[in-house]
């Protein structure tokens, strides 16, 4: 969507933990390339999932009217991929080799998780200007989960004609003109983070030991 971008988030998951139950943790979040984890209880089948955000890649694609807009690409997509960026796998294994060595033996599997960020990290709840009856409910921005409890009322609110409070806050916006985005996520194929440019690496090879970057794997 226009002024909307997506970027990707790379998963582990590793099927077996030892039998205590891992915390949620954001270990160092905030420190660039080399930070951005974040991870998720064990679940009951064993699994651990640690996510990476330090990077946020997109995949810039001209569309019909000229725009670049970042397009997901998945396992399921007409152009599928089971690859993730040897950055986010780096430091990933960095982490676990450190802190969470009894991981090390067991068995790895990836996914990408593609967000929708707005380019200032807040949710887009609106009509679509130009498009009669078109709503969007968006904006994540990697911490929609914690309010999705609350956030169905708002919605609900907008449909049914109703105001309140915090709808006047999430309209159908764009940047300010000669203002930087607080997320930098709309360079198109300028962007310094395009995940399709970027090493990428297939689930097979991410074993435990430095990945190394060769774009023939």
């Known amino acids: 969507?226009?002024?909307?971008?997506?970027?990707?988030?790379?998963?582990?998951?590793?099927?077996?933990?030892?039998?205590?139950?891992?915390?949620v943790s954001c270990p160092n979040i905030f420190a660039?390339?080399?930070?951005?984890?974040?991870?998720?209880?064990?679940?009951?089948?064993?699994?651990?999932?640690?996510?990476?955000?330090?990077?946020?890649?997109?995949?810039?694609?001209?569309?019909?009217d000229g725009a670049a807009r970042s397009i997901p690409t998945t396992r399921w997509t007409r152009q599928p991929t089971r690859k993730i960026p040897a950055t986010a796998?780096?430091?990933?294994?960095?982490?676990?080799?450190?802190?969470?060595?009894?991981?090390?033996?067991?068995?790895?599997?990836?996914?990408?998780c593609w967000y929708t960020d707005s380019f200032d990290n807040h949710f887009v709840i609106d009509f679509v200007p130009g498009y009669k009856g078109l709503m969007v409910a968006t904006g994540g921005s990697g911490h929609g989960f914690k309010f999705l409890p609350t956030l169905?009322?708002?919605?609900?609110?907008?449909?049914e004609g109703r105001s309140n409070d915090y709808l006047h806050y999430w309209k159908w916006r764009s940047p300010e003109a000669n203002k930087k985005p607080y997320n930098s996520i709309m360079e198109g194929i300028a962007s310094e983070d395009p995940f399709m440019s970027s090493y990428l690496l297939l689930k097979t090879v991410l074993q435990f030991g430095r990945?190394?970057?060769?774009?023939?794997?």
Request: proline share 5%; with cysteine.
């Open 1 to 23: 969507m226009p002024g909307l971008d997506r970027h990707t988030a790379s998963i582990y998951q590793l099927r077996s933990y030892a039998s205590y139950q891992h915390s």
């Open 32 to 64: 660039g390339e080399r930070g951005g984890l974040y991870g998720f209880a064990r679940d009951p089948n064993g699994a651990v999932k640690i996510g990476y955000r330090g990077t946020k890649f997109t995949n810039p694609q001209t569309q019909a």
């Open 89 to 112: 796998a780096n430091v990933i294994k960095d982490f676990v080799q450190k802190f969470l060595p009894d991981l090390i033996p067991y068995e790895t599997k990836t996914r990408l």
């Open 152 to 159: 169905g009322k708002h919605v609900v609110d907008l449909l």
């Open 211 to 217: 990945v190394t970057c060769n774009t023939d794997i």
